[in-house]
């Protein structure tokens, strides 16, 4: 059984830095699988936040480009989201999803509130 665990996250001033991390464990073949940042802020639609290929290639919203970094370490099978300069509209439950050949797996989420 595949299981995602976050954690780094919550309450910080506008303008400061968080680190969240996701551990990864079972059978799953991590050095291959895309690995997701999503989040989802209360009343609203849970949104892509980061992506990670198996090459290390990233992807960011919009919204966070130039604030927000993923990594990974296949060796630690862990995925981070450094997120700086935060704003309160970055309030949000953070999820870490994996996709690997059609199968999606899902942290529990962890909450990261950023007061003004």
């Known amino acids: 059984q595949v299981q995602l665990v976050e954690s780094g996250g919550g309450l910080v001033q506008a303008g400061g830095s968080l680190r969240l991390s996701c551990a990864v464990s079972?059978?799953?073949?991590?050095?291959?699988?895309?690995m997701n940042w999503y989040r989802q802020a209360p009343g609203k639609q849970r949104e892509l936040v980061a992506t990670?290929?198996?090459?290390?290639?990233?992807n960011y919203a919009d919204s966070v480009k130039g604030r927000f970094t993923i990594s990974r370490d296949n060796a630690k099978k862990a995925v981070y989201l450094q997120m700086n300069s935060l704003k309160p509209e970055d309030t949000a439950v953070y999820y870490c999803?994996?996709?690997?050949?059609?199968?999606?797996?899902w942290g529990q989420g962890t909450q990261v509130t950023v007061s003004s």
């Open positions: 079972g059978s799953i073949f991590f050095s291959i699988t895309t």
């Open positions: 990670i290929t198996s090459s290390s290639m990233t």
């Open positions: 999803n994996g996709v690997l050949v059609g199968n999606d797996y």
